[in-house]
């Protein structure tokens, strides 16, 4: 294990996909600079290395929810945002050094069991606007919305008699799927061959500033005095920030990795699906099933739960949980579980990100975390954001792609003493 620096220009708490972005961005735009990335297990060890890999980003349809909840610039601009990040992400994999990791353009199917959850899916939350929606499906379709009723969800999925599922909402091609550990590992990498230090199983304990006001970084093997101190900790963030317990709550998610089968889709094309509960599945290209969530089966949701390194076995054993829940919707002869794991999300307050300088008394200190569970089409772009703002960059136009990172992002939006 190589010796830990005494100082560092920019510290970086976390190997996430946030961190990892950080890192990469700018050491690319700063060379000079001395970095330094500490996590307390290995490269993408939390919620990165343990999600389903699913980039899919707001579609049109989710605007008019996005503003019904945060106002229309923030839709607008949450909209860009993650659209970029899935071009950006393609990006990197395409130029990165390595095998690429990403498949493009995968439909993302979303089921219901229920006609009413349905109805006020399709209609922003009024049910009697998701019927009319219903009633003109067809008409939808030529503008990338896909509304399914019973019998095509029949036609278009190896569905088991009995299932059911009583619609569905198909956006075609909207959707990459990447392995997220792998494309991690690439990018700090990449860092470490543009001079960044990566420091693993090196637990951050706290983070002070000693006498002459300088930061420290207290780890595990010893204290790091740094410039700059970014904190890409995600779900993990009130451990090491006191000032966030209860503005980023973790909740845990419960996964299985299905051994290769037959698509589940009756055409063999893949696709992402969610719904029929809080839960998603995902058909790798090798055939492999990642299907995850189910905390809403647990009393509690799994809410105020970081501890990834054991499972529920009231999840794991209920019979609505992963280790059936595939069997009971879709036609196969055989399941078999390869794996199972669990994995954390870091839910925000107020659903909006953490993106920026805590505070202008702690203007070198930066939060990137609180994801909600859309990391893949947020974090890489908020730590190129980050990265931004340590080189100085001044907040982007009101049209970039990044503009909402320097602005509803910011924790200076919050009201929150740091």
Known sequence: MAKLPAQADV????????????????????????????DARDISGGATGRNGGLVHPASLWEIP???????????????????????????????????????????????????????????????????????????????????????????????????????GVCIPQSTDTVNASEITDRIVQQAIQQGVQMHSYTRVEGVHRDEEAQLRVRTSRGDVQAGHVVYATNAWTPRVLPEMEGRIVPARNHVVCIAPMESLCRDGRRAGFG?????????????????????????????????????????MEDPEGPRVFLRKSFEMEEMEIEEEWSGIIANSCDGVPWCGPLSPARANEYLCAGFSGHGMTTALLCGQSIAGMICGDPAPSVMSPLSICYGAFSPQRRDVAF
């Open 11 to 38: 510290v970086i708490i976390g190997s996430g996909m946030s961190g990892a972005s950080t890192a990469y961005y700018l050491a690319k735009r700063r060379p000079e600079l001395s970095i330094c990335i500490l």
């Open 65 to 167: 929810v996005l503003a019904q909840e945060f106002g229309l610039k923030y839709a607008l601009q949450y909209y860009s945002l993650e659209h970029a990040t899935r071009k950006a992400m393609r990006a990197l994999d395409a130029t990165l050094p390595g095998n690429r990791t990403l498949d493009l353009d995968v439909d993302k199917v979303m089921l219901f069991n229920d006609d009413d959850a349905m109805a006020k899916k399709l209609g922003l939350g009024w049910a009697p606007l998701g019927r009319v929606v219903y009633s003109i499906r067809s008409l939808l379709w030529p503008f990338g919305l896909q509304v399914w009723d019973k019998s095509h969800c029949n036609e278009q999925l190896r569905l088991r008699e009995g299932h059911g599922v009583v619609g």
């Open 275 to 315: 719904g029929l509960g809080n839960n998603y599945w995902v058909q790798r290209p090798d055939g492999r099933v990642i299907c995850g969530g189910f905390r809403h089966l647990a009393e509690g949701g799994e809410v105020g739960i970081d501890d990834d390194a054991s499972l529920s076995k009231e999840i």
